[in-house]
């Protein structure tokens, strides 16, 4: 049975409170997917919808092609994996794992079995005895891990599990996430507000705000090419230059702004005469670049070994962050200098205003 | 330190012993008395060292015709107030907001109830329908105020429970009778123990509400009661220091084992 | 009730719910309106009732009011339990004032302990003691007559001795509450009103009793509901001129044999206490849900 997971225009309201609307997307089966979002933009209650923890308002949730509704969260081929991660703080770590295994019936002399299996795969072998009081974090991470596995899931739902590890085993435990789902090839749904946990993980990345489902896309197409102003602010940082729209041609777009005319790729929205803003991601800024030219006064310079972050006004005022190189910092004079930044129009893009 | 600080933390130290004494001389002499050889329970005149009003206790049918009551009345409150309250925090916690105020103030109106009246009120509603004072009605009364206790210290526990765990359990596939047997249940435990140990003592001591159900049965608090007023003789004395010895030493069994509880490491 | 479903499924919440709805529709509702019934009515024959005779009045409850011997007992049992109350908060002050913010940690746990001791034991029996040594030939009046206080013994039974008891019998109720309460309070504060220059007094009045209210309030409720429906001390260690409320009431039931003005006067305790519940928490802007803990 194949598990891909289908949102069908779901909304959930909560009292008076408009949580989600209109979500629809569908996750294939195998795929590494991330939902993305701010906290309170709706992303934790699209998992638990799909959970079946709460039934939604409107729409459906389809999983392998199956209409889920009215089926709780004891019938349906998901597992999730908790913020808190909520193991079983009085039972050992071996029936914690195999603690599915007993809810289907399975043996004891097996589930003990199973569960010494899954210990090897996450290199916790002899741990089953302990309790999940005993273990560090990145112990207790795995185990909640072996856990959502051992039942065999077709989807596993990951409610920000990594949010509460110090950076360093965040990102080791991020590798090993990505390994462990190309491996199992279990479809793998990601909520987090982290962007580059999102980016670095997913094969694609659906990106929320207010309950509003912004855009869904690879990592490299939402970073390069933003269906909206959420988007282009939310993933990356970028510079927005505010303007009209004057001239629309060929996938090109040109916006007459206070720092002068400007052009960059069309994006959604982009139509002539109307007002628009253009983007641009700070590693496409460079200084002495003629094209598409932006004065601007330097504030600090921060070096950074490969390239440097500068930061500084443009001359109406807003706020510019451009990643240089090292290789031309040369151009890029020191702070309280004027200093002219151009960019390849391919790497800029130009949204309608809403 | 000046001196009148040093005159008012001597008057404190002496008004700490008096305290004390108060606390505790009602208790030594009571004890003491069951060991005079007078016939009133008393410590002056001493009018010799025995043992014998124990045998005379000991020898006391009726002593332990009521000791059995009372054990009886309550093994079976322990039967019914340990369901009930545990299933009352449930609920309770269960709630909204708005509802769970209203509901809280319904569920421990009985604590601010005097006991007589609840035993006054068990007793006409029971007679109405044929039922005359008895171990049932006893165990009924005491249960109905004995189930608020049990109920906040369940609810107190609850306070630290995390229920994405009982979410976990049911994602992994469990039914809810496997999580609460597995999940919820496991963690009230200790709190189910105490509240169990606690509605014992409560049973066995209580006497206002049980003296208006208890009919032709006479509990222990009932027996002694009346002994006081009828013929008391240091062999009551010898029961109640048996009665203390025991009680001191069952609480302190149960500090030491919650003590030992909360220094195991929790997950 | 949804969240409860959810919770626990329907099984499982069903029973809950019909648990709950014994004891409180079964145990506390059903008996109390029972009761309510029973005082309205007037005390008859098995064959009158239901007959011309029957019917409701407040005839039993007025009855306490024109019963001069029963309304006087009625409200010195008001205002002995207040009384009660009251010397109980002062002796139990300066120990939870001194447990909460000046004690060691090691003095805490060994007055904790030697506080809770007296109250797992028996009301009966902790009257029971207070019975012996009131007694007449008994240590109390011995100790005082050899000191040279007194001259002959004292009747101690009677008023004096259930005071006496009660206060010992409710110290727990009135001590826990206030050290709580007290325990919350910064000691910063204390050394802030200190230095401010405010004596003693002032401290206490005006920083450490303002504070815990709550406690004070929680103390006050229970030790006077407590006290004014209990039995024991009065039975045990009243003289006949010192009777209280719920003695009365049990010579109804089990001597004079009207259980219907038992049950008015049983309600009329209940009100009574229930009002004082109210009343002090209001007065204490207390919430009920901080009472019970």
Not at chain 1, 54 to 64: A, H, K, M, Q
Not at chain 1, 82 to 91: E, G, I, K, V, Y
Not at chain 2, 153 to 163: G, K, P
Not at chain 3, 40 to 54: E, K, S, V, W, Y
Request: hydrophobic fraction near 50%.
């Amino acid at each position: 049975m194949s598990h891909s997971v289908e949102l069908a225009q779901i909304g959930m309201t909560f009292g008076t409170t408009r949580a989600v609307s209109d979500v629809s997307f569908k996750v294939e089966q195998g795929e590494f997917f991330s939902i993305l979002g701010p906290s309170g933009c709706g992303k934790t209650t699209i998992l638990r919808m799909i959970a079946g923890f709460i039934e939604p308002t409107e729409g459906r949730v389809l999983i392998g092609g199956r209409d889920m509704k009215g089926l709780g969260p004891n019938q349906r081929p998901t597992a999730m994996i908790f913020q808190s991660l909520a193991l079983f703080p009085l039972m050992p770590v071996w029936e914690n794992i195999a603690f599915g295994l007993e809810a289907r019936g399975v043996g004891k002399a097996e589930r003990r079995r199973k569960a010494d299996e899954l210990l090897r795969l996450i290199a916790l072998e002899g741990y089953g005895d302990r309790m999940p009081g005993e273990l560090s974090g990145g112990q207790r991470q795995r185990v909640a891990i072996a856990r959502a596995l051992a039942v065999e899931p077709g989807v596993l739902l990951l409610d920000e599990p990594l949010s509460a590890l110090d950076l360093k085993l965040r990102q080791h435990m991020r590798a090993e996430l990505r390994a462990l789902q190309k491996r199992t090839g279990v479809t793998f749904i990601y909520i987090t507000h982290d962007q580059s946990e999102a980016l670095a993980m997913s094969d694609r990345v659906a990106v929320m705000s207010a309950g509003l489902l912004q855009q869904v896309a690879t990592p490299r197409e939402l970073y390069d090419n933003p269906a909206t102003a959420f988007v282009a602010r939310f993933v990356g940082e970028t510079n927005a230059i505010s303007g009209r729209i004057s001239d629309v041609q060929d996938g090109r777009a040109r916006i007459d702004t206070a720092l002068g005319i400007l052009s960059g790729r069309a994006g959604q929205g982009a139509r002539a005469g109307q007002q628009g803003t253009i983007y641009i991601r700070p590693e496409a800024l460079m200084p002495g670049d003629p094209v598409n030219a932006l004065d601007a006064r330097i504030e600090r310079v921060d070096f950074e070994g490969a390239f440097a972050l500068v930061h500084g006004r443009f001359a109406d005022g807003a706020a510019l962050a451009a990643s240089v190189p090292s290789t031309r910092l040369a151009d890029a004079p020191a702070p309280g200098a004027e200093t002219r930044f151009g960019f390849a129009p391919e790497h800029a893009v130009v949204l309608g205003d809403a | 330190m000046s001196v009148a600080d040093r005159i008012f933390r001597g008057l404190f130290v002496l008004y700490l012993a008096a305290f004390a004494l108060y606390l505790f001389a009602p208790l030594i002499i009571m004890g003491a008395a069951a060991f005079n050889e007078s016939r009133f329970p008393t410590v002056i005149p001493w009018q010799g060292t025995t043992t014998d009003w124990f045998g005379a206790m000991w020898a006391d049918r009726a002593m332990w015709q009521s000791l059995w009551t009372s054990v009886l009345v309550a093994l079976c409150v322990v039967v019914v107030v340990v369901p009930v309250g545990t299933a009352a925090a449930l609920v309770l916690t269960s709630l909204h907001a708005r509802a769970r105020s209203f509901a809280y103030a319904v569920m421990v109106s009985p604590l601010l109830t005097p006991g007589v009246v609840i035993g006054i009120s068990t007793l006409i509603l029971w007679r109405q329908l044929g039922v005359g004072g008895g171990v049932f009605l006893i165990v009924l009364a005491q249960s109905t105020f004995i189930i608020c206790y049990v109920m906040l210290m369940v609810m107190a526990r609850l306070q630290r429970f995390d229920r994405t765990q009982e979410e976990a359990a049911l994602g992994l596939g469990a039914s809810r009778g496997m999580v609460f047997r597995r999940v919820t249940l496991p963690f009230l435990k200790p709190a189910l123990l105490a509240s169990g140990g606690l509605a014992v003592l409560q049973s066995i001591e209580n006497y206002n509400t049980t003296l208006f159900v208890r009919g032709f049965e006479t509990p222990l608090t009932v027996f002694i009661a009346t002994k006081v007023r009828t013929g008391l003789t240091p062999a009551v004395n010898a029961l109640a220091l048996v009665i203390i010895v025991a009680t001191v030493l069952g609480a302190i069994a149960y500090e030491i084992a919650r003590r030992r509880q909360a220094a195991r490491p929790r997950g | 009730m949804r969240d409860l479903y959810g919770r626990f499924g329907p099984w499982l919440s069903t029973v809950f719910l019909s648990l709950v709805f014994i004891w409180l529709a079964g145990m506390v509702l059903a008996p109390n309106l029972m009761m309510i019934d029973y005082a309205l009515r007037p005390n008859l024959p098995p064959a009158a009732i239901g007959g011309p005779d029957d019917g409701y009045s407040l005839n039993n409850i007025l009855y306490l009011a024109g019963e001069a011997t029963h309304r006087a007992i009625f409200l010195k049992t008001i205002w002995a339990s207040a009384l009660v109350a009251l010397v109980t908060f002062l002796v139990c002050y300066p120990i939870a004032f001194w447990m909460a913010q000046r004690a060691t940690t090691g003095q805490l746990s060994v007055a904790l302990l030697l506080i809770i001791i007296p109250f797992f034991i028996n009301e009966v029996l902790r009257t029971l003691a207070w019975f012996i040594i009131l007694a007449y030939r008994g240590p109390l009046n011995a100790v005082l007559t050899n000191l040279g206080l007194i001259d002959a013994p004292i009747r101690w039974q009677g008023d004096g001795g259930v005071l006496a008891a009660m206060v010992y019998a409710y110290i727990l109720f009135m001590l826990l509450p206030i050290y709580n309460a007290i325990e919350s309070l910064e000691k910063a504060q204390i050394e802030a009103a200190r230095d401010l220059g405010a004596s003693p007094w002032r401290i206490h009045t005006r920083v450490v009793i303002p504070h815990a209210k709550a406690g004070i309030a929680t103390g006050f409720v229970f030790t006077f509901m407590l006290a004014a429906g209990s039995y024991v001390a009065p039975a045990l260690l009243g003289s006949p001129g010192s009777r209280w409320f719920t003695e009365i009431i049990y010579n109804w039931f089990f001597e004079g044999g009207d259980w219907n003005r038992g049950a008015a006067y049983a309600l009329v305790l209940l009100v009574l206490c229930l009002a004082v519940v109210l009343i002090t928490l209001r007065i204490a802007r207390v919430n009920l849900a901080d009472v019970a803990k």
